[in-house]
Each structure stands twice: as structure tokens, then as C-alpha cells.
């Protein structure tokens, strides 16, 4: 359960640091440019630590970037007045049931991050 939140997390982090990067333009704002960096440092830290909880590399991931390019895609909506075709708005439902999909099909769930632990405890317990 952690790792999620972790990933929570990661995700929070790196929509702030794409927002920043627009409102940088062109990293020519020093307070967004900083967000920026500071938010993606944070993100994959967070990250990294989700995966290292036992968090698969390939839901996790997909976790984290369908996540971050639905909400940056509807906040750029909201917020920068872009505009999303109904094809943009289709391959985003696309990439959210794909996600859905890779965790269902995912048997990695609550193994350790380490393979070689999971030998060992494979091993001890024949």
C-alpha cells in the first residue's frame, strides 16, 4: 500500500514539474524553472522508492506516466486554454485502459524488488 502512495506522490510531483515547464517559457522564469527541476527530482525519487517497495517497474511506470499525461493534458485545458480534438481526448482514454489493463494482467504484486531475495526464500522453504 505504500508503494501507491509513493507513486501518488511521483505523479503529484510530476505534473507540478510539466506545469512549471510551461509556465518557464523556455526556463526564462527562475521561480517556475525551479519547480521544475526540484519537481521531477522529487518524482523520480519517489518513484524509484514506490518500485523499490515491491512496486513492478511495468505497472508502476505505466502507472505514473498515463496518469501524468491525462491530468497535464486535461490541465492544459483548464488552465492554458488548449484545446483537445476528439482523437487526443480517444488516445487518452486508450492509454488509461491500457494501463488498466497491464496492472490486471501484472503477477508481480507484492514481490520483493530483489529476485535474488526471492530465491532465497524459495529456497528455504522446500
Known amino acids: ?14 505534473i507540478v514539474a510539466t506545469l512549471s515547464l510551461k509556465v518557464s517559457e523556455g526556463f526564462s ?13 522529487c518524482s523520480f525519487t519517489l518513484l524509484g522508492l514506490a518500485l523499490n517497495r515491491g512496486l513492478p517497474v511495468s505497472v508502476g ?10 491530468i497535464v493534458a486535461i490541465l492544459g485545458v483548464v488552465f492554458f486554454r488548449e484545446s483537445l480534438s476528439g482523437v487526443a481526448i480517444a488516445g487518452l482514454a486508450l492509454i488509461v485502459v491500457g494501463v488498466g489493463l497491464l496492472n490486471l494482467g501484472s ?15 524459495s529456497t528455504q522453504s522446500r
Open 29 to 41: 522564469k527562475l521561480p517556475p524553472s525551479l519547480l521544475v527541476v526540484i519537481g521531477y527530482v
Open 1 to 14: 500500500m505504500i508503494a501507491y502512495v509513493l507513486l501518488a506522490g511521483a505523479i503529484v510531483c510530476e
Open 61 to 70: 511506470y505505466a502507472i505514473w506516466a498515463a496518469a501524468g499525461t491525462t
Open 107 to 121: 503477477t508481480g504484486h507484492g514481490t520483493s524488488s530483489n529476485p535474488a531475495s526471492d530465491d532465497e526464500v
